[in-house]
């Protein structure tokens, strides 16, 4: 009875009109429009250094390894910054022009920075800022406790030691904030992979047409169900299956558009970036169905909500402009924690940015674990559903 049913949920899908044009026809529409609007956008973009501004003041002199750090990082050899050391008045006018990405005031001993927005530069500026200044604590610690080791053995304290670890301490933070990037920053790149999270979310009206099938409210097939001694249990999960391999061909067609039609470069990662969307689909489809079974009205408003809730959720995974990404992480970090569309992405980012996989596997694992949990909600609801009347 599973695969007669699955076969017979397969044609059903199939036959649908509406569900063929959203899960095949309108990625690859938008797909073609994206690549309308951004071809030429960018020729080659790399990484540029940050033109930053440091308040020349005693504070500052006194910081005497903080500023042989940024020293180092403004030399022309790997340069991170463009650096201007600058007083106070001066600073506060070149950010108000846009001349800086922020400016660096030393407050005692601790660095403060100054920006005006929160895009990608400044979280950049933020982010190097930052490891320099937990590498330098660290290490200043371990100077500290090896001067209190020398002196209760009444040793000479060596300079010459001291030194290296200063030096350590500039190398270390070089090296972490070193480009590792698999290729260049690209925006358009960006936007791809808010498509294929879009898409995949889409997934949903698929997974929601399956289960309409079976529910005795919704469709004839399901009042025939439900006076059938066939398991609801099994039903649903090869209805599921239906939509799922449905869902995996809208996606590996949108791949092979991207690809060999447009030209898109996954780089090194490709295979990575399927297997994403296979477990991505599966998120989308858990919507679905969570959907379909809590909400009782009728097909086109189920639709209505799905798409709502995808748009939605790529609008705040920086669909239609990647400043937003930066904003909800920096005011609302839970809604992206839980927002599937951001981790799709995120998963891409993972990707394109970071030599490691650690934060690939988490999004990996955080979309699996968001998947169960719709499933089974949507199990519970589905099991307590009774109708007195069919």
């Known amino acids: 009875m599973f695969w007669h049913n699955f076969k017979y949920t397969l044609k059903t899908l199939f036959k649908n009109?509406?569900?063929?044009?959203?899960?095949?026809?309108?990625?690859?529409?938008?797909?073609?429009f994206f690549n309308m609007a951004f071809s030429g956008?960018?020729?080659?973009?790399?990484?540029?250094?940050?033109?930053?501004?440091?308040?020349?003041?005693?504070?500052?002199?006194?910081?005497?390894?903080?500023?042989?750090?940024?020293?180092?990082?403004?030399?022309?050899?790997?340069?991170?910054?463009?650096?201007?050391?600058?007083?106070?008045?001066?600073?506060?006018?070149?950010?108000?022009?846009?001349?800086?990405?922020?400016?660096?005031?030393?407050?005692?001993?601790?660095?403060?920075?100054?920006?005006?927005?929160?895009?990608?530069y400044e979280t950049i500026f933020k982010n190097v800022i930052d490891e320099i200044s937990q590498t330098i604590l660290i290490n200043n610690n371990m100077?500290?406790?090896?001067?209190?080791?020398?002196?209760?053995?009444?040793?000479?304290?060596?300079?010459?030691?001291i030194y290296q670890k200063v030096e350590k301490i500039i190398q270390e933070?070089?090296?972490?904030?070193?480009?590792?990037?698999?290729?260049?920053?690209?925006?358009?790149?960006?936007?791809?992979?808010?498509?294929?999270?879009?898409?995949?979310?889409?997934?949903?009206?698929?997974?929601?047409?399956?289960?309409?099938?079976?529910?005795?409210?919704?469709?004839?097939?399901g009042k025939r169900i439900s006076v059938s001694s066939t398991r609801k249990g099994i039903i649903i999960l090869s209805g599921l299956l239906a939509s799922y391999v449905i869902q995996l061909l809208g996606i590996?067609?949108?791949?092979?558009?991207?690809?060999?039609?447009?030209?898109?470069?996954?780089?090194?990662?490709?295979?990575l970036c399927i297997l994403l969307s296979v477990v991505?689909?599966?998120a989308g489809l858990s919507i679905g169905l969570v959907v379909s079974a809590t909400l009782k009205t009728n097909e086109n408003a189920k639709v209505g909500i799905i798409i709502a809730i995808s748009m939605v959720c790529s609008f705040l995974s920086g669909m239609m402009g990647i400043t937003m990404k930066y904003i909800v992480d920096k005011n609302l970090p839970l809604l992206n924690k839980i927002n599937p569309g951001n981790m799709i992405t995120d998963g891409f980012y993972s990707l394109y940015y970071y030599d490691t996989l650690n934060r690939y596997t988490?999004?990996?694992?955080?979309?699996?674990?968001?998947?169960?949990?719709?499933?089974?909600?949507?199990?519970?609801?589905?099991?307590?559903?009774?109708?007195?009347?069919?």
Not at 17 to 32: E, N, R, S, V, Y
Not at 177 to 182: A, L, N, P, V, W
Not at 185 to 192: A, G, K, N, Q
Not at 370 to 381: H, W
């Open 280 to 282: 991505a689909s599966l």
């Open 173 to 221: 933070s070089k090296s972490n904030i070193e480009d590792i990037s698999s290729s260049n920053l690209s925006y358009v790149m960006i936007e791809f992979y808010t498509l294929i999270a879009m898409t995949c979310l889409y997934g949903g009206v698929i997974s929601m047409e399956a289960m309409n099938q079976a529910l005795p409210n919704m469709d004839s097939k």
């Open 17 to 32: 009109k509406m569900l063929i044009f959203w899960t095949f026809a309108f990625p690859i529409i938008l797909g073609l």
């Open 252 to 271: 590996f067609l949108l791949f092979a558009f991207l690809l060999f039609v447009l030209n898109i470069d996954f780089g090194n990662h490709l295979f």
């Open 143 to 161: 100077i500290q406790d090896e001067i209190i080791k020398e002196n209760k053995l009444g040793n000479t304290i060596d300079y010459q030691v």
């Open 362 to 390: 988490f999004d990996i694992i955080s979309l699996l674990i968001f998947s169960i949990i719709l499933l089974v909600i949507s199990g519970i609801i589905l099991r307590r559903q009774k109708y007195d009347s069919i």
């Open 41 to 120: 956008i960018e020729e080659s973009e790399t990484f540029s250094a940050l033109d930053i501004a440091v308040v020349n003041d005693d504070n500052f002199q006194n910081n005497t390894t903080f500023k042989m750090v940024l020293e180092e990082l403004s030399n022309e050899k790997n340069k991170i910054f463009n650096t201007k050391y600058v007083n106070l008045k001066e600073a506060k006018n070149l950010l108000k022009k846009d001349k800086i990405v922020g400016y660096l005031v030393f407050e005692k001993d601790k660095p403060k920075i100054v920006i005006n927005s929160s895009g990608s």
